[in-house]
């Protein structure tokens, strides 16, 4: 393995505003987010109103600072380039790297990790970029890629390129590491057996229409990219990417769910305030706070990307219509608060989380 190097960063936070939806604008919902320039995004509150001038422009808008916001003109290559791009070179020095969405049910996370057909996602662009990588690399350097897919569905660990396995279960190592146990691990060696990979995971991920997103993502998916170098057999580094799309919070009022997508919403709202509260503790400065992941399957698996041995960024997303307003005013705030941590990378570290064999 590589000399170890440890380096200080904080968390790029991104913010990207989705196109109104045909249901919004038939709704007649005004849009209320706008981006003022490249990182700044005002939220106007559509209820408050005043006849003082000065008091109404004060309580009625909120501008809100991230690394980089996108527009909802904003293409998938733009988002991309803006957030992603640069964790591939991470990956390949022998560092980790984890990229995961957030926002409330129906605001694109999907549609930015995962796309569509035509409009690839950062899963595929990140995967073609590291086989690009490997193609240009030197042809002393020996590279091995394998891939994991699983989802947290129900509080429930499953394996989507596996999932007859069932239910698969978390163990912590003495050093306090997360590992999935009997995760399946595929070696890949080009694109388009990655992307065959992933379209089969996908394909067993649990997805259903509700109210708010007729194909809503009913649990939280992570994909893990491990790349490992060798030169003459002996092993140089290896780096981990994780890839995450987070199912979104949500409204019982909203979705109008019931029985089981009810059910569904309990625990994804669970494990997002669990995501939530270890967020807060750690951007808060004081040296004797106390994090506590262990709340959910969540948490835990996210455990070494939120504390340390990760570049991890995060994309948050909106609606930037008026029906949508309580929805964006408080991922605004969670991913405002996400803005605070800082996490330490160490070259060829411990994963995020590791299958077992
Ligand atoms: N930037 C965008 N441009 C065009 N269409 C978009 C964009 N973002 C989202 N959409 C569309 O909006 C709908 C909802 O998006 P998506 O399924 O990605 O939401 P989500 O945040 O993953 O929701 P959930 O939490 O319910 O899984 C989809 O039909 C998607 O194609
Ligand atoms: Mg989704």
Redesign the pocket.
């Known amino acids: 393995m590589g000399d170890r190097r440890s380096t200080q960063s904080p968390s790029p936070v991104a913010l990207?505003i989705?196109?109104m939806?045909a249901a919004e604008l038939a709704a007649s919902a005004r849009r209320i987010a706008h981006c003022v320039d490249q990182q700044v995004v005002v939220l106007q509150n559509p209820t408050e109103g005043s006849n003082d001038a000065l008091r109404a422009s004060r309580t009625r808008q909120k501008s809100y600072l991230f690394d980089v916001v996108f527009d909802?003109t904003?293409t998938q290559e733009t988002v991309y380039h803006g957030t992603t791009q640069g964790l591939v070179a991470v990956v390949t020095s022998g560092c980790n790297a984890t990229i995961f969405?957030y926002?409330?049910?129906?605001?694109?996370?999907?549609?930015?990790m995962l796309g569509?057909d035509g409009e690839l996602g950062i899963c595929a662009r990140t995967l073609a970029e590291l086989f690009q990588t490997i193609e240009d690399s030197s042809s002393d350097v020996e590279y091995e890629v394998s891939l994991s897919y699983l989802e947290i569905y129900n509080e429930m660990i499953r394996d989507l390129l596996s999932p007859s396995l069932g239910c698969l279960q978390l163990r912590e190592d003495a050093s306090g590491h997360v590992q999935v146990a009997g995760l399946t691990k595929v070696p890949a060696t080009n694109t388009d057996e990655v992307m065959q990979l992933l379209a089969r995971g996908n394909r067993h991920r649990m997805q259903e229409p509700?109210a708010?997103?007729?194909?809503?993502?009913r649990s939280h998916a992570m994909l893990q990219v491990i790349v490992c170098q060798r030169h003459r057999g002996r092993e140089l580094r290896h780096g981990h990417l994780c890839m995450i799309?987070l199912?979104?919070s949500?409204r019982a009022a909203q979705t109008q769910n019931r029985g089981q997508r009810m059910k569904e919403g309990a625990h994804i709202n669970r494990s997002l305030l669990a995501l939530g509260n270890c967020i807060k503790a750690l951007s808060q400065q004081a040296s004797s706070k106390y994090v506590n992941y262990r709340d959910s399957k969540l948490t835990r698996l996210l455990k070494d990307s939120l504390r340390g041995n990760s570049h991890t960024v995060m994309i948050a997303?909106i609606s930037p219509a008026s029906t949508a307003f309580e929805e964006s005013r408080s991922t605004l705030a969670y991913a405002q608060r996400a803005k605070n941590i800082c996490t330490t990378v160490e070259q060829g570290a411990l994963p995020p989380f590791c299958p077992t064999p």
Do not use: L
């Open positions: 990207r989705r196109p939806s909802s904003a969405t926002g409330s049910t129906g605001c694109g996370k999907t549609y930015t569509t509700t708010a997103n007729c194909t809503s993502s799309d199912a979104g949500e997303h």
